[in-house]
C-alpha cells in the first residue's frame, strides 16, 4: 500500500471519527466546568434523628425474636427514627428490612420511608421533601455510578426542583441533584458516554467501533509521517 493510498484512508477516516473526538473533547471540557459549578458528594456524617440509650427496653435479641419463625438475622442496626431508637434487622437472604421498636417491641414495615425522609429533609437543612419514586433498577437520572440500590427519591419543592436519592441501608444520599445539575449531566452522558442510545449492548458496540476508528486514524497518521519523511528530508 504506498503513501498515497494510506493517505485517503487517512483522510476519510480521520473525517468520519473526528466527530466522536470532538464530543469527547466537548464533554470532557464540560466534565471539568461541572468540578466548578456542582458542589462535591457530601461527607459522611451519622444519619438518623439521634438516640436516647434510656429509651432502649428492648434488646436485640428480643427484637429478632419479634420476626417471624423462620427468619435468618444477616444484620442489625440500631437507627434513631422519629426521636425514637429502632432495630432496622436485614434478613438472609438479603431482603426489604424489618424494623422493630426498640421501646416496646411493635414492628412497623412503614419506618424505612420515615427514616429515608428524615435523612433527606436533614441533608437539605430541614427542608419539607415529599416522596415521588423508589427505585430497584438505574435510570436515566440515577445511573448505575451511584450503584446503591435500592434508594428513596425525595423532592423538594423549590424553583430549582431539587431531588435526593436516599438509601436506607447505608443511612445516606447516594444522590443529589436539581435541574441544573442534571441538564449538565444529561449533557456529559449524551455526548461522552452516547447515553441517548437505550441499549447498553448496543451503545458499547458503538464506542467500540469509534474508538477503533479513532485508534486506525492515529496509526495511519503515524504511518504516513515515516513513509513520507524521506521526501521532507
Request: aromatic fraction near 10%.
Amino acid at each position: 500500500m504506498n503513501a498515497k493510498t494510506i493517505r485517503q484512508f487517512h483522510r476519510w477516516i480521520g473525517l468520519l471519527f473526528s466527530f466522536s473526538i470532538l464530543m469527547s473533547a466537548g464533554s470532557g471540557v464540560l466534565h471539568n466546568v461541572m468540578t466548578r459549578t456542582q458542589a462535591p458528594p457530601p461527607p459522611a456524617r451519622p444519619s438518623g434523628g439521634g438516640l436516647v440509650a434510656e429509651m432502649i427496653k428492648v434488646s436485640a435479641a428480643e427484637a429478632i425474636a419479634k420476626l417471624p419463625t423462620g427468619t435468618t438475622v444477616q444484620a442489625v442496626n440500631l437507627r434513631g427514627i422519629g426521636g425514637e431508637p429502632w432495630y432496622q434487622i436485614y434478613p438472609a437472604p438479603p431482603g426489604a428490612a424489618h424494623y422493630v421498636s426498640a421501646v416496646d417491641g411493635r414492628i412497623d414495615p412503614t419506618q424505612d420511608e420515615r427514616y429515608a425522609a428524615e435523612i433527606a429533609s436533614g441533608f437539605l437543612g430541614g427542608t419539607a421533601v415529599r416522596k415521588t419514586d423508589f427505585l430497584t433498577a438505574f435510570n436515566v437520572e440515577y445511573l448505575n455510578i451511584f450503584r446503591v440500590l435500592p434508594v428513596h427519591r425525595f423532592d423538594a419543592d423549590d424553583p430549582r426542583h431539587t431531588r435526593v436519592y436516599v438509601s436506607t441501608t447505608t443511612g445516606s444520599v447516594t444522590r443529589h441533584t436539581d435541574d441544573s445539575r442534571q441538564f449538565e449531566a444529561n449533557f456529559f452522558t449524551n455526548f461522552h458516554k452516547l447515553g441517548f442510545i437505550p441499549n447498553k449492548d448496543t451503545r458499547d458496540l458503538v464506542l467500540t467501533l469509534l474508538t477503533t476508528g479513532i485508534f486506525l486514524a492515529a496509526v495511519l497518521g503515524i504511518l504516513l509521517f515515516f513513509l513520507t519523511g524521506r521526501r521532507r528530508g
